[in-house]
């Protein structure tokens, strides 16, 4: 079993930054590739960035140049640095993980998410 636990939600005025943690635990062999998701009231989830093991970062358009992942191997922990938030940043924000677990099955895990509210 694949866990996945985010923090660093909250509100904030349009130019302001937060920084979202997620930390995976569990029965957790390697984790190939992580990244953040979010989602808007009556839309589909949407990448915002991911880093796969080995490679550099891809991040979506409308975030490039403002958000920045990183990922700490040794603490199984992906961060999102958003910085310049503007009101169309506000959703609620997974972390997801693409894991092989110690069983050797492979799982794609999402986090409970946090929410992100960012005022004009």
């Known amino acids: 079993q694949v866990r996945l636990v985010e923090s660093g939600g909250g509100l904030v005025q349009a130019g302001e930054s937060l920084r979202l943690s997620c930390t995976a635990s569990g029965s957790i062999s390697s984790i190939n590739s992580m990244g953040w998701y979010r989602q808007f009231p009556g839309k589909q989830r949407e990448l915002v960035a991911s880093i796969p093991i080995g490679g550099g970062p891809t991040y979506a358009d409308s975030v490039e140049g403002r958000f920045f992942i990183s990922r700490d191997v040794t603490r199984n922990m992906v961060q999102l640095q958003m910085d310049s938030l503007k009101p169309e940043d506000t959703a609620v924000y997974y972390c997801?993980?693409?894991?092989?677990?110690?069983?050797?099955?492979?799982?794609?895990?999402w986090g409970q998410g946090t929410q992100v509210t960012v005022s004009a």
């Open positions: 997801a993980a693409f894991v092989q677990e110690s069983s050797g099955r492979r799982s794609h895990n």
